[in-house]
């Protein structure tokens, strides 16, 4: 038994309300490039991103195990607005509003096992499903499913729109035109009202970019900038081995007892009745400022104004005119607190499903990452491959990509670099449930991701077999799960090997070789360079000399053949030139002492970041430039609509120029960039390198400020003793620059909880400089009365909000 949970369009959604007049699409588990010409799609772009799965409730089964699935293809559409002015009294919307014509499931399918037949797609509803029905059986009965009580897996399914394409490009073309005929007829209409003669021209322009521009703001907030590919199908699948006739198993018990399609329908129409539409949609920066924090009442304020939005909408519908008799009314404030309540929790909304007059409570995340998809713990991966590394390290053999660190890496620390470098990986799990392989493939897709990085998902199987090998080789850089220990014997068909019930990993004998890049050219002529040079100054100093930066290189392992990435020295100053050992002790302390699933995702994200950083950094210094940054040299005009000042702006200020990532010092920045130089290398010509790339410049054009690199001058506060005038002026910046909401959202993604919070923004309260005491004050104050920017005030020391209590009474004491 399947069912399929429904698609949040961006542009190219395929929904299903019922079966007719439904244009199926091909469908295949394998992406468009693995798959023959005449099967691939005209666009083949990164990963839509997925909405999740409801918790998994019903697993069941027959002794012909039956499998019930759940697939969707799903993609959230949040951007940043930029009149952020509006932020408080504009409308809300729905993440899943209530008149949208998306379902939760589009299919419900149902296969089982038949001894002579093999496996047989027995059910599809409410139509059929496009696409190969032995497939998808097959996929739907994983191996060994009958000696298991219940299993589940995940699949997906890749979707070929291009028959599609074509009539929805014309029909698009067709409405865009027949606006545009509409608004000149209005424009016409209002100059003809008024009787204007003159500037007929002017008037006409006017109107027509009038609504040009409310159409345009209407469609920017159902874009989130990230081009998508054909849609994939989420599959999420149950299987159920029915050993007991006597004991109910709700849906699946229901369809065993009566086999027909009313049964599955029931099952559609009460999953697809569950109520999402008090969900608020967060902005892009909203979404990253909640995954970081543990606060369960965070923007707890969207969920009461939607509530608010629902009842106005409640009140206005019964004051309507009716013919019924009026109900019994009650107290407002009885009634709405007993239909809406805010969630426990606003990380989760809560909903129910209600089945066979039974509800089914449902938990969807409010916020999710790109390529977070299903039910998975990064905390269990990461305990599953460290905790017999700790017991027992066992050198891994030499390769720049993957050990970067020495023989010794950590094994996560190479299955993250396998991921960024785009090798094949499959996860084993011989003897094993496959929903336990399919955990550890969605659980690595999000671990390299962070939340920034795409294109892993799409090229991910959670669950596959011996028979699907063929078409697995075609796909590059594939993360694959099994349970047929064959794979284990085949070195030539993966990179890297990572077995599940032992925590180990191997890295394949047969994994291609990594070339000699310019890159690593640059830091091995540098460091023939600087060796000459530090010789001959150790000749004359009578080798007084500190280390030198050809000794930082060396250490990072810098040589032709080692590919920047070799074996490190021992842990000495420079043993730890990638800080992945520091990241990795930092992250396992963690779980020690418990931080959350939350807590983890967060440092990931930073490593990811910072990663991102160090590459722009390295292209910078290789090549002369980096697609990875985006800039801008426009001087802020005190003419414009919305002067910002001076002190905010880098061309007006030299002292606010740079960007990236920040150093202490110049051989600190050597050792790092030639410590992660390979598997940068490695990086800049996979998927994911090219996805960020237009994922960034997609985010640039939506961050309200774009002058200023924050990152870069909250870093240089961090990192660097500066003199008071020199953090004065980047303190008067950062507060010139962030005043509206969305600039505090903004902001606020830059100094996260885990990573200090306003400590480095609050040391101004102590400048010697008034101006800058004050000017500080008062954007901590706009931070406190920010939705957000309360729980960061929250978090900040009680000596630093003495300081602005201070600084409060001083202003009010000078002001009289």
Known sequence: ????????????????????????????????????PS?????????????????????????????????????????????????????????????????HVEYILVASF?????????????????????????????????????????????????????????????????????????????????DTQ????????????LNDNEDDSGSEEEDD???????LIYVLNLVNTKQNNTVKRCALEEYFRAPVPETLASLYNAVNAMDLSLMPRLSLFERFILQASDAKDLFIEKFDQMIQQRMAEDASRNALPSDDPPPQVQSPSKSSHKRYALPRDTHEFESRVLYNSIPVPIKVPTSLSPETVGDFSLIKLIQTFSTPHSVSPVAFPHHPHLTTSGSYTHPIIVLINALLTQKRIIFLGHNQPSGSVAEAVLAACALASGSLLRGFTRHAFPYTDLTKIDHLQKVPGFIAGVTNPAFANKPEWWDLLCDVPSGRMKISPKIEGVPVTEGLLFFQQQSSTVSQTGTMGASTAGGAAGPSIHGAITAAGVSLTAGLGGSVGGPG????????????????????????????????????????RLAAAFEECVYG?????????????????????????????????????????????TRELAGNASRIEGWRNTRSY?????????????????????HHQHDRLRFLKMPPAASADIYLALCAAVASYDEICQFLTVVPESGGGLFYLSLALFHPRPDVRDKVRELLERIREHEAGRLFWAGMSRFAKLAVLRRQREGSGGAR
Not at 71 to 84: E, G, N, Q, Y
Not at 225 to 231: I, N, S, T, V, W
Not at 690 to 710: C, G, M, N, Q, V
């Open 1 to 36: 038994m399947a069912s399929t949970l429904a698609h949040r369009p961006g542009t190219n959604s395929t929904s299903t309300s019922g079966s007719s007049g439904y244009h199926r699409g091909s469908l295949s588990s394998f992406p468009p490039q693995s798959r023959s």
């Open 39 to 103: 099967h691939t799609s005209a666009r083949d772009g990164p990963t839509p991103t997925p909405r999740g799965f409801p918790p998994r409730t019903v697993r069941d089964s027959n002794d012909s195990s039956n499998s019930p699935s759940v697939a969707s293809h799903d993609s959230f559409t949040h951007v940043l607005k930029p009149a952020a002015a509006r932020q408080r009294n504009r409308r809300l919307k729905s993440q899943y509003p209530a008149d949208s014509s998306e379902k």
């Open 114 to 194: 038949d001894i002579d037949r093999g496996s047989v797609m027995e059910h599809q509803y409410p139509s059929p499903i496009s696409g190969d029905e032995h497939m998808l059986a097959a996929l739907m009965l994983p191996d060994q499913a009958h000696v298991r009580s219940q299993d589940w897996t995940i699949f997906f399914l890749h979707k070929d729109t291009t028959a599609e394409e074509g009539a929805e490009e014309e029909a698009t073309k067709q409405e865009e035109e027949a606006q545009r005929r509409r608004r000149r007829r209005r424009a016409k209409a209002s100059r003809d009202d008024t």
């Open 198 to 209: 003159g500037d007929e021209a002017g008037s006409f322009g006017d109107a027509d970019t």
């Open 225 to 231: 900038g990230r081009p998508e590919g054909p849609p």
């Open 573 to 612: 100053l420079f043993g730890d030139p990638t800080g992945d050992n520091t990241f990795m002790a930092s992250l396992l302390d963690s779980i020690n002492q418990r931080h959350g699933e939350s807590a983890i995702r967060s440092k990931f994200r930073l490593w990811v970041l910072k990663f991102t």
């Open 625 to 669: 430039a980096s697609a990875l940054y985006i800039g801008t040299t426009a001087a802020l005009s005190p003419s414009s609509k919305n002067p910002k000042s001076d002190a905010a702006n880098p061309t007006a200020n030299p002292a606010l120029e740079g960007h990236g990532y920040v150093w202490p010092d110049s051989a600190s920045k």
């Open 690 to 710: 090219y996805t960020f790339i237009t994922d960034h410049a997609s985010l640039y054009e939506r961050r309200p400020i774009k002058t200023l690199d924050l």
